[in-house]
């Protein structure tokens, strides 16, 4: 079985909690803030957990992340 690779932009995207969760960034904060209030933004600066349907791809993508 060879070596299998991983894709080097979602590694930069995505990190494992000690749970074993998979957290990654929110988006919308990244320019166009004047427009958005203060809560809003407090918010989006919160990590978030990728969700359970979208873990199987994930695996696929970083197979040494765990």
Known sequence: ??????????AKRFKVTGSGKISRNKAYRRHILTSKNRKRKRGLKAPAFVDETHMKNLKRLLPYLN
């Not at 079985?1 to 979602?10: D, I, S, V, Y």
Request: aromatic fraction near 0%.
């Open 1 to 10: 079985m060879p070596k299998l690779k991983t894709h080097r932009g979602a």
